[in-house]
Structure formats: C-alpha cells, structure tokens
C-alpha cells in the first residue's frame, strides 16, 4: 500500500465547478499535512498547508480527518487557471526530510 | 529573485556515462533537497542536506551522490547513469525549524535521459 494515495484523476469540470480531492496516508503517526499545486511541466508549488481545524484561503478549503487518516481540498467557483495536478503531502516527522508525496490528482477545468 | 536554479535543464546521456546536476539558491535556506518524479509517482526523495555539511539519504539514493558544497549549493551526481534514472530530478530547499517545515522552494527541474 502507498503511504500517501491519491486519486490520479483527470477530473474534468465546468468552470464554476466546485470540486473535491481526497487522500488517504498510511502513517498514522503522521505530523504535518500539505497540498502542493504542479502545473503542467513546472516545479510543485505550495498551495496550502492543512491544519486539524481546517482551513480555508479564498476558494480553497483543506481539512484533515486524522481518525480516518484522510485529507481533502475543495474548490469552488473552478477557473480555469485552477488546471493543474495537486499533491497530496505527508510529513510524517516534524522535519521537512520527511515529507511523502502523492502522485497527484490532475484536474481539467474547461470553459 | 531567482530562489532555487538548477543546471542543466535537459540532458541526455548513454549508459554508463557520469554527469553532475547544479542547484544553488539565494534564500540562505538551510536545507537542501534532491528528488525525482517519474510518470505515476510521487516525488521520491534521493538525497537530502539538513545543514551545511551533512548529507543523508532518503528513499532511493542508490546509483548516486551528491555534495553539499556550501550553504548556497548542493549538487547531485550520477556516476554511472542506467536507463532506470530516466527521470525529472527536482532540487529543493527550505528553511527548516521555522513554523511551517513543509513548505519547499523547488527548482524548475532537470529532465534526464539515459539512452
């Protein structure tokens, strides 16, 4: 079993879409939880971190069910610069070395 | 800003040949990072550098090097590249111990192909 699994998508949506990623991590032991955004062919970028309260910046809402070891990203109002791959990202030690990776799930948004 | 350059953007290589891949950023960040990202997975951390003059290996760090120069810089090198390191290879960096050790600058990558 992967220790950060995501959906590989594509999901394809309408701009003005709100759309929902989920993830699951293995690790219950796991600190810290992150969402990376990858445009297509460029360096991953932090989106967003994801705190046990959840968390919310515009458009975008992360929230961490850490009894359930899953972590979502939802977003509404879709644009279509939102087009990229998000990346689910587990810190399973206080430390940055220690961060795991999802492969991502790509999200199409079209006019 | 430049924040994290890497060296070369593209390359192509035969088997068996050796070749160095450059990072360098300005941030005065602390630590340093290599990893790769093949179609299907994750980032996979090859090499990390938590401070000036020390090194670790992270999840594959087999068939390479690598060398924390300076604060500024921390190479990787493939002494005898295999088809199997066809990859992109990101270097990263972060100021790690601050209040959020998440967040990696990352370079723009380097594409790798071993013929």
């Known amino acids: 079993r992967k220790e950060v699994e995501q959906d590989p998508g594509p999901f394809n949506v309408p701009e003005g879409a709100t759309v929902a990623f989920n993830c699951t991590y293995s690790?219950?032991?796991?600190?810290?939880f992150f969402w990376y955004r990858q445009d297509c062919r460029k360096e991953p970028k932090l989106l967003m971190s994801?705190?046990?309260s959840g968390n919310e910046d515009g458009r975008f809402t992360a929230q961490l069910n850490r009894a359930s070891q899953y972590i979502s990203l939802l977003i509404r109002d879709s644009k279509l610069s939102d087009s990229a791959t998000y990346l689910c990202?587990?810190?399973?030690?206080?430390?940055?070395?220690?961060?795991?990776f999802g492969s991502g799930t790509r999200l199409l948004v079209r006019p | 800003n430049a924040g994290v350059t890497q060296t070369p953007k593209f390359q192509v290589l035969k088997t068996g040949q050796s070749m160095t891949l450059q990072c360098a950023q300005d941030?005065?960040?602390?630590?340093m990072y290599w990893y790769r990202q093949d179609p299907g997975m994750g980032l996979r951390l090859i090499y990390y550098?938590?401070?000036?003059?020390?090194?670790d290996k992270g999840e594959v760090p087999n068939g390479y090097n690598v060398s924390r120069l300076n604060k500024r810089e921390f190479s990787l090198r493939l002494e005898s590249a295999a088809p199997s390191q066809t990859s992109v290879y990101f270097c990263?960096?972060?100021?790690?111990?601050?209040?959020?050790?998440?967040?990696?600058?990352f370079g723009e990558g380097s594409r790798l192909t071993v013929l």
């Open positions: 990263a960096s972060s100021d790690a111990g601050t209040a959020d050790p998440g967040e990696l600058f």
């Open positions: 690790n219950s032991a796991s600190q810290s």
């Open positions: 994801v705190y046990s």
């Open positions: 990202v587990v810190n399973q030690m206080d430390s940055s070395y220690k961060l795991i």
């Open positions: 941030m005065n960040h602390n630590s």
């Open positions: 550098s938590a401070s000036e003059g020390t090194t």
